[in-house]
Every structure is written in structure tokens, then in C-alpha cells.
């Protein structure tokens, strides 16, 4: 058992679990500078005050995860305890983002082709990566409905029973997803997980009056319009233990890191 100190900067949307009703994938950077996932965690059953945000530093008493090859994946030692979570502090934005940023941006990916050889080779799955130019974003629609296993999951754990009061987050009916150029100039794609765009989109839906399209363009506005062009833009990658080996390219975009740009000053001599 190790108890890690980790600054948390990604939390996926959650999925349902036949176990632990949904989870959600949490990772972020210890102590020494490592990356560190954290699953499974059934965030949104922890107490209140373990309900972590992205840049707090928590400390968790973490095993390896034994049915997860892939060397970044630990587990709470127990994740039924009340104190699975201690919550020690919270990084804000000040100074432009400068304090995130020495921790966040100490290893930086620009090429996709390197990353995918390690994710291959030593099974790295969780990775800062800057793209050299973000050229679009999408929004693809994919149905309001959990598939067959996933309904399955939700049967088996009696989510809507009238005696049980927690209710599992709605699925995201649109698949978002970053086109961009990476520093070979290749264009590539890669769908957008986290949590922040699944509560923007129904934000946005909300204010729009259950215009799906209007959702979309808004949300479209934010990441695309404001993010990538208008922040400094990197992106956090991670892969899918299920498709970690088979898949081609196998990483997805777990969480954006926005700093504002930076202006070079020039000075009139």
C-alpha cells in the first residue's frame, strides 16, 4: 500500500458499472511528478467534503490496480471507507495559471506518433500533449440511450428503484471530439471525454430550451472558439484499458489545461 499526494487534474464523465453503479476515471500528478490514475472511484457517492475538484491536492492510500496492465492505474486500499479521500488544498488561477503550470507542464508530447509507440511499448496511457494547431471541433449525435450491457449494468444495480435516491448522470447524447495538426502536420481527431463538456452540454441545453443544435453550437463556443483559439491549449490524453493494445491510436482527450498566452513584449530601443 502507498498513500499517494496527487494534484487532481482530470475526472472523465461517468459510465455505469455493474459494481459500483458509475465510475468515473480520476488521475492526476503526484508528489514526484508521476502520473497517477485512480480507479475505480464512484466520485459523486463519496461524502460531500471528499468531492474533489480539478487542482485540489488530495492523499489516497492507493494498491496497483493487479487487473490493469498499464502502469499509471492504482486503486483505493478501500473504497467503501468513509476517509477514501483527504482533502489537503486547492491550486487556484492566479497568476496565470503559473503555479498549475510548473507541475502540469514539466513533460510535454508534441508528437502523437512517439506517444502511441510508448503507449504501445511500455504501456503509457496518461499524457500532457500540445497540438500544433487545433482546425475544428465536431459534435456527433449518438443516441440518448446506455447500450445493451450498460442498460444491463443499470438493471442489475436497480438505479430507479423508488427506495434507492441516487440517480445516475443522463448519457451524453453527442460524441464531441478536437480536430487538429500535430507537429508532422498531420490532421487527427480524437473524442473529448470529461467531465466538464458532459455538464456544459446540459448547462447549455438548459439555457437553450432543449434546442439540441443550439447546445452544441454553444458548447462548440467554448471549446473551440474560446479554448483553442483564444487560451494557450493543451490537451490530457489517457487511453481505455479495453482498447489500450488493439486500438491504432488508443488515446482519447480526458481533460484540457488553458492557460491564458502568453504576449511577447518587445521593447522599442
Not at 455505469?16 to 472511484?41: F, H, M
Not at 438493471?155 to 440517480?167: I, Y
Not at 463556443?221 to 493494445?245: M, V
Amino acid at each position: 500500500m502507498t498513500r499517494k499526494r496527487i494534484l487532481i487534474t482530470v475526472k472523465t464523465y461517468p459510465t455505469p458499472s455493474s459494481k459500483y453503479e458509475e465510475l468515473v476515471c480520476t488521475a492526476g500528478i503526484d508528489d514526484q511528478g508521476n502520473w497517477i490514475r485512480i480507479y475505480p472511484l464512484p466520485y459523486r457517492k463519496l461524502p460531500y467534503n471528499q468531492q474533489y475538484k480539478k487542482y485540489h491536492w488530495v492523499e489516497v492510500d492507493l494498491v496497483k490496480n493487479k487487473d490493469d496492465f498499464r502502469p499509471e492505474s492504482y486503486r483505493p486500499k478501500n473504497i467503501d471507507a468513509k476517509d477514501v479521500i483527504t482533502y489537503l488544498g486547492y491550486i487556484g488561477p492566479n497568476n496565470n495559471w503559473s503555479e498549475r503550470k510548473g507541475i502540469v507542464l514539466k513533460n510535454v508530447y508534441y508528437d502523437i506518433v512517439e506517444l502511441v509507440e510508448k503507449a504501445k511499448g511500455i504501456y503509457t496511457s496518461l499524457a500532457v500533449f500540445k497540438p500544433k494547431e487545433v482546425i475544428g471541433f465536431v459534435s456527433e449525435y449518438t443516441g440518448s440511450e446506455w447500450n445493451d450491457k450498460q442498460k444491463l449494468s443499470l438493471q442489475q444495480q436497480n438505479l430507479f428503484d423508488s427506495k434507492n435516491n441516487f440517480k445516475i448522470l443522463k448519457k451524453l447524447p453527442y460524441r464531441f471530439s478536437y480536430e487538429f495538426i500535430d507537429e508532422k502536420d498531420k490532421k487527427r481527431k480524437l473524442q473529448i471525454i470529461d467531465w466538464e463538456i458532459g455538464a456544459l452540454f446540459w448547462k447549455c441545453l438548459e439555457n437553450n430550451e432543449g434546442d439540441e443544435c443550439a447546445a452544441c453550437e454553444d458548447v462548440k463556443k467554448k471549446y473551440y472558439d474560446e479554448l483553442a483559439k483564444s487560451k494557450d491549449l493543451y490537451l490530457f490524453l489517457g487511453t481505455t484499458l479495453q482498447y489500450h493494445l488493439i486500438a491504432p491510436n488508443p488515446f482519447m482527450i480526458i481533460g484540457t489545461f488553458y492557460p491564458m498566452k502568453e504576449r511577447n513584449l518587445k521593447l522599442d530601443l
